[in-house]
T-cell receptor, first 114, second 115 residues
Framework: NAGVTQTPKFRILKIGQSMTLQCTQD?????MYWYRQDPGMGLKLIYY???????DKGEVPNGYNVSRSTTEDFPLRLELAAPSQTSVYFC?????????????FGSGTQLSVL | GENVEQHPSTLSVQEGDSAVIKCTYS??????FPWYKQELGKRPQLIID?????GEKKDQRIAVTLNKTAKHFSLHITETQPEDSAVYFC??????????????FGTGTLLAVQP
């Protein structure tokens, strides 16, 4: 299994540009998450999904959109990039069952908005 | 919503000493409390977790304690080694109004183990 795969690994955007961060998992997990991690800071939840067709806002959803058309994919869309969105973005999926709720993280996307 | 506070933000210990990181949470209905370790430039990885029906859990050199009354939980690392150097995050799962699926993280603790 590849686990959770994120693309791209690095990206530089100009203010006002848009882009989609891709996330796919091959573990058949229902739950998927997008977090952002600012330098020296913790992980802030942007959006999450409990299954195909179902998404909900996290702590910091403004400026982002998501969709979940399949179990495997959970893309994150930035419509009008702003410098405040410079961050490292982590996608994660969640194992449930057997008493465990471990999050499996992707390797992250480092985004700079200039 | 749920708010998780974590202290200290940085912690430096000598190799072989113990390290303790503390977290508090705001939602008394939260019922799941994991700890994640993030090495420099890597993704976070789960190291230990505890549920609200348990007061303490151990796994070799690491342990987690939970005080539901005070709404705080702690990570204890004994006999620290240089490879324990990393950022550690606590988290809590709030349990209200359909929001049982979120995992809210603390701000992290940078642990440096000096050889």
């Amino acid at each position: 299994n590849a686990g959770v795969t994120q693309t791209p690994k690095f990206r530089i955007l100009k203010i006002g540009q848009s882009m989609t961060l891709q996330c796919t998992q091959d573990m058949n997990h229902n739950y998927m998450y997008w977090y952002r991690q600012d330098p020296g800071m913790g992980l802030k939840l942007i959006y999450y999904s409990v299954g195909a067709g179902i998404t909900d806002k996290g702590e910091v959803p403004n400026g982002y959109n998501v969709s979940r058309s399949t179990t495997e994919d959970f893309p994150l869309r930035l419509e009008l990039a702003a410098p405040s969105q410079t961050s490292v973005y982590f996608c994660a999926s969640r194992h449930t069952g057997g008493g465990g709720e471990k999050l499996f993280f992707g390797s992250g996307t480092q985004l700079s908005v200039l | 919503g749920e708010n998780v506070e974590q202290h200290p933000s940085t912690l430096s210990v000598q190799e072989g000493d113990s390290a303790v990181i503390k977290c508090t949470y705001s939602d008394s209905a939260s019922n799941y409390f994991p700890w994640y370790k993030q090495e420099l430039g890597k993704r976070p990885q789960l190291i230990i977790d505890i549920r609200s029906n348990v007061g303490e859990k151990k796994d070799q050199r690491i342990a987690v304690t939970l005080n539901k009354t005070a709404k705080h939980f702690s990570l204890h690392i004994t006999e620290t080694q240089p490879e324990d150097s990393a950022v550690y995050f606590c988290a809590a799962t709030p349990n209200y109004g359909g929001a049982t699926n979120k995992l809210i993280f603390g701000t992290g603790t940078l642990l440096a183990v000096q050889p």
